[in-house]
């Protein structure tokens, strides 16, 4: 931990989940399109989202972050808790961290220009992350625990013995009908899942821009999302309580494992229950997700708190540190300050000097590097958002 209390592994590797966020992945497609293997190569397309069933690397980047929001939480209550805050003053701080999330989200899809929708990435971040911080501090530990898996099991339970009662009938928009019917209308599908008739029915504003008949975060997924955000917490009050009770590599060598069981938990659900297997959906958030990309989590965080906090290996992770401690700031700068132009600005010239696929890859470097060069900006003069 850092002299300000903040595990530097933490920070770090919200800076790494964010660096993608940044624009890592045009760098990675432009680099693969120069080596010539293309664009549509397998490395480049991790870096996209699926359609609809499937993982890939680009669908780790949003559980990510709100498990390690979740990672966090023991620590930011036992320091509320030792300096006397009451429970009520603490319950007020989390619902006033959900609705700044919220309104910073609203604020990113668009709303002053008149563009509202109740789904979008701050929004599910804040409920679920709040519902989680509730449940943390009114139960223990073994309810976290059976919470957390139990919450997105009932979720992919529910999907699959209540199918959308409109899913024969729902016409979706024509430049997406083939690829949304290509998908059937069974109880997972774009059509006939409940989460999609729920959103279609009760939720104001426009749905996903992707299909038009439902939301990629939609108002069931957060039922499923509370489990990301209690495996967050229980990994951090995992790693508070043994820091000084148990050996380093024992702690490390329990968070591996417990990464292979929800893995094998997931992949478990989605293969070995004939057809009400669940297959791993990103925008539905189901339960093998859920337990997949929390396995992939509880690793990544394992292995940056080994080297970073265990082994004190830091100044490699300066570079991710600089992003992690301002992840909202770039997330919501993006959307209103013109990195591109900048970027454009201070390399433009040189890049018309470049062969195309030179140049392209060079304007992805730059516009990273302007990113980060603001964030760090606001490191040297100890700005910080802090929600």
């Not at 709100?66 to 619902?95: H, M, N």
Request: net charge positive; charged share 15%; with cysteine.
């Amino acid at each position: 931990m850092d002299k300000n209390g903040r595990l530097e592994s933490l920070d770090a590797l919200r800076g790494f989940d964010m660096l993608m966020i940044m624009g890592f992945g045009a760098v990675v497609t432009k680099l693969c399109v120069l080596c010539g293997w293309g664009a549509d190569c397998w490395l480049a397309e991790q870096f996209q989202h699926v359609e609809w069933h499937g993982l890939r690397f680009e669908d780790t980047i949003f559980p990510l972050f709100l498990f390690l929001a979740g990672v966090s939480w023991p620590f930011s209550y036992a320091k509320q808790s030792e300096r006397g805050d009451s429970t009520r003053r603490i319950v007020l701080r989390c619902l006033k961290r959900a609705a700044l999330l919220s309104l910073f989200g609203f604020l990113h899809q668009g709303v002053l220009g008149g563009y509202f929708r109740v789904g979008n990435v701050l929004t599910r971040i804040g409920l679920a992350w709040m519902i989680g911080a509730l449940i943390f501090m009114s139960c223990r530990t073994r309810t976290r625990v059976a919470l957390a898996l139990l919450l997105p099991i009932a979720h992919w339970l529910l999907l699959w013995f209540v199918p959308a009662p409109d899913a024969l009938t729902v016409v979706p928009p024509a430049k997406m009908a083939d690829t949304i019917m290509s998908f059937g209308t069974g109880p997972y599908s774009i059509v006939g899942n409940l989460s999609g008739w729920v959103d279609r029915h009760f939720i104001p504003g426009p749905l996903s821009p992707y299909t038009g008949v439902a939301d990629n975060q939609s108002a069931l997924g957060l039922i499923p999302a509370v489990g990301t955000a209690l495996l967050g917490m229980l990994t951090g009050e995992f790693v508070k309580k043994t820091r000084t009770s148990m050996a380093d590599y024992r702690r490390i060598g329990c968070m591996l494992l417990a990464a292979i069981g929800l893995v094998g938990l997931g992949l478990f659900i989605a293969n070995g229950f004939g057809e009400m297997s669940m297959p791993i959906n990103k925008k539905l958030w189901d339960a093998p997700f859920v337990f997949v990309v929390g396995g992939y989590s509880v690793m990544m965080f394992a292995l940056f708190h080994g080297i970073v906090d265990v082994l004190g290996c830091k100044r490699w992770a300066f570079f991710f540190r600089v992003i992690g401690m301002n992840s909202i700031t770039i997330y919501l700068a993006q959307r209103f300050i013109p990195f591109r132009q900048i970027a454009k600005n201070l390399v433009g010239d040189l890049t018309k000097l470049c062969p195309p696929a030179i140049d392209d890859l060079l304007m992805a470097v730059a516009y990273v590097a302007v990113c980060w060069l603001f964030l760090f900006f606001l490191y040297r003069k100890n700005v910080f958002l802090r929600v």
